[in-house]
């Protein structure tokens, strides 16, 4: 069945980070697929999580910080990042800020991104 999405929500985050979800439980109530668009100031910082989700980062200015098991990895405009379910990560922004869309399968939810506090 089709259905335009006429534009996103718009979901508070500590730490002025602005998120617009477009596809996904809160703004269209699906559970399969998340797909937010992303806008992170310079010296933004999340906590570490370890998500029972993949997720896929395109970033579209700026650029994003991944610190994973392996080390940190830049992520620059017009690169990409994935993660595996159940691996553990952590987003910061570049000095910069950044811009980007990330995709979650199945669909991101605050529960399943098991958090760190």
Request: charged share 25%; hydrophobic share 35%.
């Amino acid at each position: 069945m089709v259905k335009r999405i006429d534009g996103p929500t718009r979901i508070p985050v500590p730490g002025g980070k602005v998120i617009r979800e477009y596809v996904g439980r809160v703004n269209s109530g699906d559970d399969r697929v998340s797909i937010a668009y992303m806008v992170a100031p310079s010296g933004w910082e999340e906590p570490a999580q370890a998500p029972e989700f993949a997720e896929y980062t395109l970033v579209l200015k700026g650029s994003v910080v991944v610190e994973h098991d392996g080390g940190a990895t830049v992520v620059s405009a017009g690169q990409a990042f994935v993660s595996e379910p159940g691996e553990r990560i952590r987003y910061t922004s570049g000095p910069s800020g950044a811009e980007y869309v990330a995709v979650c399968l199945p669909a991101f939810s605050p529960d399943a991104a098991h958090r760190e506090e």
